[in-house]
């Protein structure tokens, strides 16, 4: 069992830039990946992007590309979501997830995912 414990959701202007992180409360196989996903108002949950212990990733989602970048504290189990250049339509519920593998996190439906309670982003136009 591991907790992810998110931070650094918030209100911003569109243009405007935040850092979501995440920390793990415990260093175990199922923080080896780390990652995030997004969910918006009546819109399906999203996954943004996932990295590893080694630095391997997975995404950035097209939608996000160029935008937000994903990176990673090894020693800490601590993932960053930078996100520069934000827009209204990025506004959602960003939700912080672990497993052992990079795929298993992208999957996002795994019975072996740990979430984090989420934080909210809010970009107002």
């Known amino acids: 069992q591991v907790q992810l414990v998110e931070s650094g959701g918030g209100l911003v202007q569109a243009g405007g830039s935040l850092r979501l992180s995440c920390t793990a409360s415990?260093?175990?196989?199922?923080?080896?990946?780390m990652g995030w996903f997004r969910q918006a108002p009546g819109k399906e949950r999203e996954f943004v992007a996932a990295?590893?212990?080694?630095?391997?990733?997975?995404g950035p989602s097209d939608s996000v590309k160029g935008r937000f970048t994903i990176s990673r504290d090894g020693a800490k189990d601590t993932v960053y979501l930078q996100m520069n250049s934000l827009k209204a339509e990025d506004t959602a519920v960003y939700y912080c997830?672990?497993?052992?593998?990079?795929?298993?996190?992208?999957?996002?439906?795994?019975?072996?995912?740990?979430w984090g309670q989420g934080t909210q982003v809010t970009v107002s136009s």
């Open positions: 997830a672990s497993a052992s593998t990079l795929g298993t996190v992208k999957s996002g439906w795994s019975n072996e995912i740990f």
């Open positions: 415990r260093r175990t196989t199922s923080a080896y990946a």
């Open positions: 990295i590893n212990r080694s630095g391997a990733t997975s």
